[in-house]
């Protein structure tokens, strides 16, 4: 009977299996109707209903008692439907903490990356400055940064709920959403160290990652991914110029942000000593190991993953095309496509650049250059086409060589090259999403205001360029009129940078007990062997 396969293949999936055909005794004998044949795709799953009184006038005659039919099936029903729902809440909430997961691991690949890139006499520095962002940072996005961003309801400007997640879990955040939301928070404090390695006071690291990581960056991210914030695609009832700003994984509400607090410290601070010779000469002051350099590119490349499509926050979503094939998932996919590609074609481009200007195939350089590729992409990855992406991965790579070039001539020093990797390819990205965006993408992943603007090039016209405009301008502003006086109140409280004689001889010896490495190269070489002689860090004096 046909009833007895509904029962077989819906009722099956919440009875115990002593219960499975318990329904025979009901003796219905009755064609099951079209109106009750069910379509299990994932837009059924979490909105299945049943109704007795419109089920049991369809039972024929034959039927021993349709009301008692129908009011167990459709308690069946109901059963089928909450289980679908809890499962799709869980399975989000897993797809959103692995990739929070994937994002924090992004931490290590800082600091590899960081450690490598400074001087061996520096490496302990860096390395428990990366510790610091993520543990202060941890703290301050619980009490504040969490609320200043998403606390809702709120204004347009900043949050003013869930204070030290005080109400969660609620209908419209889980503890997975903190989490993933502070794994990027901290990745914009981990920019900001990059620019002013080497020469800064620790103190100083404290206090502006807990500033920028607990006020600056969560003003922004509500700006611009809150639901109520003034410049939101979320925001379906008042978008910036029709459309908001499409900033989808935060090519400027990250990396903007974090290169522009970097660039004012770095700024402030002044080069290093040596950087630039006595007729303004630039020197390369090389890193100590390319090695970790390579890893922590890696690790950061492999976290992306979570970064971009785990931006998403939801998998088990469907965009009503007909394909069951088709859904958010496959958005998903096509997010990590696009993200592959971006930071490829700008390694590439990177490479063979650097070759024709140097004359060296550096890896150094086109580990930057893939990694400002990935920063450019960040922005439109969801909403663009795979061959859009090689488009902004190789502009990505001259927009980085040409900041670089920049940053000689007005001899402005950045460790990393953060300031310009993440500003200048963040702020690339911003303007690439406005140009490359598609109708089709942006529709499915900014749903709820059909007709919205899209990319310039796209055919989309200029609103849409133009909110992403905006958003460049307005976190320029905003990270300087924040960050900005904060390096500056920390120089004239001489908190900022270290004494030109321990810079010299380096942070890990004279602030913080010894070396990172316990030995040293020494002069001899026997038969072509290397010999080391052990380092006692006991000679170091502890400074505050």
């Not at 893939?370 to 795979?386: D, K, Q, R, Y």
């Amino acid at each position: 009977m046909l009833l007895e396969t509904f029962q077989k293949k819906i009722l099956l999936l919440s009875l115990p299996i002593k219960s499975r055909f318990a329904c025979d005794s009901l003796h219905l004998e009755v064609p099951l109707p079209l109106s009750l044949s069910l379509s299990l795709s994932l837009n059924t799953m979490t909105s299945l209903s049943c109704s007795a009184a419109d089920l049991a006038p369809l039972f024929g005659a034959n039927t021993t008692n349709p009301t008692a039919a129908a009011d167990y099936i459709c308690s069946r029903f109901s059963a089928v439907s909450i289980q679908f729902t809890n499962t799709a809440y869980a399975v989000d909430s897993t797809y959103l903490l692995f990739s929070a997961y994937l994002v924090f691991s992004m931490q290590l690949g800082f600091a590899m990356l960081c450690s490598g890139s400074v001087r061996a006499k520096n490496t302990m520095n860096i390395m428990l400055t990366n510790v610091l962002d993520a543990a202060t940072g941890g703290l301050f996005y619980y009490l504040f940064g969490f609320a200043f961003a998403f606390g809702s309801p709120s204004n347009s400007f900043i949050g003013g709920r869930f204070f030290a997640l005080k109400s969660f879990p609620n209908p419209s955040y889980d503890f997975s959403n903190f989490l993933y939301q502070w794994a990027f928070a901290i990745a914009a404090a981990g920019i900001t160290s990059g620019s002013i390695a080497e020469r800064t006071q620790f103190v100083a690291y404290l206090i502006y990652s807990s500033f920028l990581t607990g006020f600056v960056y969560p003003i922004v991210s509500h700006w611009f991914w809150a639901g109520e914030g003034w410049a939101s695609a979320a925001n379906a009832s008042n978008l910036l110029f029709g459309s908001g700003v499409i900033d989808f994984a935060g090519s400027g509400v990250v990396h903007m942000v974090g290169g522009i607090a970097g660039l004012w410290g770095a700024f402030i601070e002044g080069p290093r000593i040596g950087r630039f010779d006595h007729a303004g000469r630039p020197v390369a002051l090389r890193g100590h190991s390319a090695s970790l350099v390579v890893l922590g590119t890696f690790l950061l490349w492999f976290g992306w993953y979570g970064f971009n499509p785990g931006s998403f926050t939801k998998i088990l979503v469907t965009y009503g095309s007909g394909d069951t094939y088709y859904g958010q998932w496959s958005a998903v996919g096509r997010t990590a496509v696009t993200t592959t590609l971006a930071g490829c074609t700008a390694a590439l481009t990177t490479l063979f650049g650097k070759r024709i200007l140097s004359g060296h195939w550096n890896v150094t350089d086109v580990c930057n250059g893939l990694l400002g590729g990935l920063a450019a992409i960040t922005a439109g990855c969801s909403v663009v086409e795979p061959w859009a992406a090689i488009i902004c991965g190789l502009v990505a790579a001259i927009v980085l060589v040409s900041c670089n070039k920049l940053a000689e001539i007005c001899k402005y020093d950045d460790p990393l090259e953060a300031a310009q990797l993440h500003g200048g390819c963040g702020a690339w990205g911003v303007i690439f999403a406005g140009l490359f965006a598609t109708e089709r993408y942006v529709n499915e992943v900014y749903p709820g205001k059909p007709g919205r603007p899209y990319g310039l090039f796209m055919g989309g016209g200029g609103k849409l360029l133009a909110a992403q405009v905006v958003q460049i301008l307005s976190i320029v502003v905003w990270v300087s009129v924040t960050m900005g006086p904060l390096f500056l109140i920390l120089k004239k409280l001489k908190l900022l940078r270290i004494s030109a004689d321990d810079e010299i001889a380096g942070m890990d010896p004279t602030r913080h007990g010894g070396l990172a490495y316990v030995y040293q190269e020494e002069d001899s070489n026997k038969h072509g062997i290397q010999m080391f002689t052990r380092i006692d860090p006991s000679f170091a004096t502890p400074r505050e």
